[in-house]
């Protein structure tokens, strides 16, 4: 028995000194405390480079940062930060290419960041490439559902494809995570415009302002509306504060001068044209409104001055022709039928009704 037992125990002993010798800690590898202090140096050589780089571009000196900040990328070519200054330097210079490689690198480096996606995405609008700006700024908010300014850009770009649904609900989108986002309300109100809702685009307009009662826009918007709705008084006002918050709106003025024109006060549509125009001197609309006002009042000769000016800074403007073949008709100009013809030749329908007056000459 007590044999057993001995053996037992050798056995025993030699299993666990078999289990200790496989769990052992390898020996430590010695550590290049020279390497290891170097490599600390850089690191922190690349962070004040990427400070400096900075600082310069805040200050509009953008060779001198992007060399600053390509001196920190040689030090550490995996510095996420730098790369993505270097994105948003050149974004800044108008470079956009060059900005779309330094994102797609930070990409590279980091596949989650929201705000890379975001500025490769404004970089590829500069570019005009708005179908890969729509699919970084939805991998945007993949990456990030919080990132409202993603959200707003992809939202304009739904507008512009004429996709108003998609960016009523982006704007939406903006508003359930920036609730005071007055701009947002406004463009959602001009979204549900597009999509004949009128009540709900005339509520959001209301609501832009009472979030933030000097975005003029929304004012002109609101007046503009009133407009539609036959409310000329009303749109009036709207305009009127528009211009009250901001004294170099030309849009305001001519839309106000628009609403005057319907009220009939002639004088005040030509004083608010006049000065849309000193606000914006190539601004063919107003040119051609005001010649419009300047017919009604019988002045013919200044109305066939200002549609010629129209007409130079736009020479496919069917409407600056129609009125400019009525303003010749009034001073014996047989050149109106060429005006008429040509309004016609623009898609200006109503000029064929003047064209009849030629056939009968």
């Not at 125990?9 to 030699?14: D, E, G, N, T």
């Not at 596949?111 to 995405?121: C, M």
């Not at 704007?171 to 959602?188: E, T, W």
Request: aromatic share 10%; with cysteine; charged share 25%.
């Amino acid at each position: 028995m007590m044999k057993h037992l001995t053996l037992l125990l050798c056995f025993l002993l030699v299993c666990l000194s078999g289990v200790a010798q496989e769990t052992q800690v390898p020996a430590p590898v010695p550590v290049d405390s020279a390497a290891l202090a170097k490599a600390k140096e850089l690191d922190l050589l690349a962070e004040q480079l990427l400070k400096s780089g900075q600082a310069y571009a805040s200050q509009k000196e953008f060779r001198q940062a992007l060399l600053d900040l390509d001196s920190a990328i040689a030090l550490k070519p995996t510095f996420e930060q730098a790369w993505f200054s270097r994105g948003n330097t050149y974004l800044e210079m108008k470079e956009p290419q060059k900005a779309i490689d330094s994102y797609s690198k930070v990409l590279d480096l980091n596949a989650t960041n929201a705000q890379a996606f975001f500025s490769r995405g404004r970089a590829r609008v500069q570019l005009k490439d708005n179908a890969g700006a729509l699919d970084d700024f939805s991998k945007a908010v993949a990456a990030d559902p919080t990132h409202y300014p993603a959200l707003y850009q992809r939202a304009g770009l739904h507008f512009v494809n004429g996709d108003y649904k998609s960016a009523v609900e982006d704007y939406s989108g903006v508003l359930k995570i920036n609730p005071r986002n007055g701009y947002a309300y406004h463009d959602r109100g001009s979204a549900k415009r597009q999509l004949k809702d009128l009540d709900g685009a005339q509520a959001d307009f209301r609501k832009a302002i009472e979030n933030n009662p000097d975005i003029a826009i929304a004012y002109v918007s609101l007046g503009s509306l009133k407009q539609a709705k036959g409310d000329v008084n009303g749109a009036i006002e709207e305009y009127t504060r528009a211009i009250e918050r901001n004294k170099d709106y030309y849009l305001a003025y001519n839309n106000r001068g628009k609403a005057r024109f319907e009220a009939g006060d002639f004088a005040g549509a030509i004083e608010d044209f006049s000065r849309s125009l000193q606000l914006n001197p190539q601004y063919a609309l107003a040119f051609n409104n005001r010649a419009a006002a300047k017919y009604k009042l019988h002045d013919f000769k200044g109305a066939l001055e200002d549609c010629n000016l129209a007409i130079q800074i736009d020479k496919d403007y069917g409407y600056a022709y129609l009125n400019r073949g009525n303003a010749k008709e009034m001073l014996r100009d047989a050149s109106a039928c060429q005006d008429w013809e040509r309004a016609v030749a623009l898609d200006v329908k109503v000029a064929r009704n003047f064209l009849g007056n030629c056939n009968e000459k």
